[in-house]
T-cell receptor
């Protein structure tokens, strides 16, 4: 079974803090994704990576950065958290680099609240 | 830009009845259309997908149909059961890169 884990289920931070969300997958997948999930807006892609040290902007990258130093780990960084970044953050992975047609396996999500 | 429209946003059906959720996409290069189910408090999981060379695909009580000419695809659930209650997301592959374009989701409520 593919396992995708995220470092925290719930996180509360203050405005202006630097926030790190970590995601780890154990199936040697090439692609990793960070999504933001808000009611009525579905899943919006923030960043994705198809290889170590490679990253591509998604639809809403502003205010976020990412890091992929190892194949199994993909980190999402909020440089200076703001209240409009309060949301559910989902990480996902899929097997083949550059393929959009492979199943995406999701982590359990991190509910981030920024006060 | 490319988008996927999903309707309805909420669907309430009697247990045992059928449910249909519809999606329309705009990118003519899209060739892969998955459906994900997200139960309350859980992670999204793939339940069925279809590729552009196929018009229909079935898996037990669920089926997906694709009309490439009209650029729409639908999820059909027959004989609905309480465990079908969830949010369902459709998606379409983006022709230009590795992404999926996601619909906004449909909350399916099964009434006992």
């Amino acid at each position: 079974d593919v396992k995708v884990t995220q470092s925290s289920r719930y996180l509360v931070k203050r405005t202006g803090e630097k926030v790190f969300l970590e995601c780890v997958q154990d199936m040697d997948h090439e692609n990793m994704f960070w999504y933001r999930q808000d009611p009525g807006l579905g899943l919006r892609l923030i960043y994705f990576s198809y290889d170590v040290k490679m990253k591509e902007k998604g639809d809403i990258p502003e205010g976020y950065s990412v890091s992929r130093e190892k194949k199994e780990r993909f980190s999402l960084i909020l440089e200076s958290a703001s209240t409009n970044q309060t949301s559910m953050y989902l990480c996902a992975s899929s097997s083949r680099a550059g393929s959009s047609t492979d199943t995406q396996y999701f982590g359990p999500g991190t509910r981030l609240t920024v006060l | 830009g490319e988008n996927v429209e999903q309707h309805p946003s909420t669907l309430s059906v009697q247990e045992g009845d059928s449910a249909v959720i519809k999606c329309t996409y705009s990118d003519s290069a899209s060739n892969y259309f998955p459906w994900y189910k997200q139960e309350l408090g859980k992670r999204p999981q793939l339940i069925i997908d279809i590729r552009s060379n196929v018009g229909e695909k079935k898996d037990q009580r669920i089926a997906v149909t694709l009309n490439k000419t009209a650029k729409h695809f639908s999820l059909h659930i027959t004989e609905t059961q309480p465990e079908d209650s969830a949010v369902y997301f459709c998606a379409a592959s983006k022709g230009s890169n590795y992404q999926l374009i996601w619909g906004a989701g449909t909350k399916l409520i099964i009434k006992p």
